[in-house]
C-alpha cells in the first residue's frame, strides 16, 4: 500500500507537485505525464529520495519522513540510466552490495547473486565486467541488484529508454515475474496495455488515474 496525503512539494523555491492525495494497492501501476509534469518528483517520494514540503507518504504503513530507512528497505529504484546506481567493476560485486550491508554471510551473498542472476537470464555473468556490457545487459544487472534485496515495492524511472525491444521485452518478461508490486514511469506507452491502473500527471497534479487504455487516450488528446 502507498498513500499519499495532501502532499505537496517544493523544489528549487518552486512547487513542482500540488495537493496530491491517493492510494496504490495494484500490482502494476503506470506513472504517466509530460516532460515536467511532475512524475519524477512523484517517484522520489515513494522511497524517501525526497520528502513532501507538506502532506505525509507512507509505504506499508511507515512514513518516509520519520521511518525513511525502513522505507528504503522496503522499496527498489530503478534509474533510467543503469550507470547511475551501478557500483562495482564486476556484475557479482555490484549485485553482493546490498546483501553485505545486511549482514548476509560470504557464501549466503554468492547464493543469492547467483540465483538473481540466473532468474534474470544472466546465468554466469557474476565475474563479467560491468563496462563490457552492453547497454540492455547493464539495465538487467540493475534490476537484478535491486531484486536481490528482495524489495516490496519496486518502482522503474522510464527504464526502457536506453533499450532496444528485445531488451525491453526482456525487462517487461522481468516485471511480469517478480513479486514485488511495480510502479512504473514509462513514455513508452503501449508497455502500459496490461497494467491494473495508469495515473497522469500535469503541471504537478494527478489529472486523470484509471483504466489503462482510457488514461493513456485522455494523455494522448492533452497531448495532442
Not at 533510467?80 to 549485485?95: C, G, H, K, R, S
Not at 553485505?100 to 540466473?118: D, F, I, Q, W, Y
Request: hydrophobic share 40%; charged share 25%; glycine share 8%.
Amino acid at each position: 500500500m502507498i498513500e499519499l496525503d495532501d502532499v505537496s512539494l517544493d523544489r528549487s523555491g518552486r512547487r513542482v507537485l500540488t495537493d496530491l492525495t491517493c492510494r496504490i494497492e495494484e500490482r502494476r501501476v503506470g506513472i504517466i505525464g509530460a516532460n515536467g509534469s511532475g512524475k519524477s518528483s512523484f517517484a522520489r517520494l515513494l522511497n524517501g529520495l525526497l520528502l513532501p514540503t507538506q502532506g505525509a507518504v507512507r509505504v506499508n504503513s511507515f512514513d518516509t519522513r520519520q521511518e525513511g530507512k525502513t522505507v528504503r528497505r522496503q522499496v527498489g529504484f530503478l534509474f533510467q540510466n543503469p550507470d547511475n546506481q551501478i557500483v562495482y567493476p564486476t556484475v557479482a560485486e555490484d549485485l553482493a552490495f546490498g546483501l553485505k550491508n545486511r549482514g548476509m554471510s560470504k557464501s549466503e551473498c554468492a547464493a543469492r547473486v547467483t540465483k538473481a542472476l540466473a532468474e534474470r537470464g544472466l546465468a554466469g555473468f557474476e565475474e563479467r565486467l560491468i563496462h563490457e556490457l552492453s547497454g540492455g545487459e547493464r539495465q538487467l544487472v540493475a534490476l537484478a541488484g535491486i531484486l536481490v534485496l528482495e524489495p516490496a515495492l519496486l518502482v522503474l524511472d522510464e527504464p526502457t529508454t536506453l533499450l532496444d525491444l528485445p531488451n525491453t521485452r526482456r525487462l517487461m518478461q522481468a516485471l511480469d515475474e517478480v513479486s514485488a508490486k511495480v510502479v512504473m514511469l514509462t513514455h513508452d506507452l503501449p508497455l502500459l496495455d496490461s497494467f491494473d491502473r495508469v495515473v497522469c500527471f500535469a503541471d504537478g497534479r494527478i489529472v486523470a488515474d484509471g483504466e489503462p487504455a482510457e488514461v493513456v487516450n485522455f494523455y494522448r488528446q492533452l497531448s495532442a
